[in-house]
């Protein structure tokens, strides 16, 4: 293997270990969080679990980095 694939198969390597260690400190999260609170977003009122608001909204950040992340790449 030439330097530079040892570098990418490392930094690949350092990519999913940091992406399951989120995951699983996510998941520890939600699971200590799953009392139901009431949210108010633009006027609407819903009760919902924290967990499933905490999940929500870890998603919806990851979908905008993503995009944020594709249309940085295809302006260049």
């Not at 990418?8 to 799953?34: H, K, Q």
């Not at 108010?40 to 967990?51: C, E, T, V």
């Amino acid at each position: 293997m030439e330097e530079s694939e040892k570098g990418r198969s490392l930094g690949s390597w350092v990519r999913i270990v940091l992406l399951l260690l989120v995951g699983a400190a996510l998941a520890i999260f939600l699971i200590s969080n799953w009392e139901t609170q009431q949210v108010k977003f633009l006027g609407a009122r819903i009760s919902m679990p924290l967990a499933l608001l905490l999940l929500a909204t870890a998603v919806g950040g990851f979908v905008l980095g993503y995009a944020a992340r594709a249309w940085r790449r295809s302006r260049s």
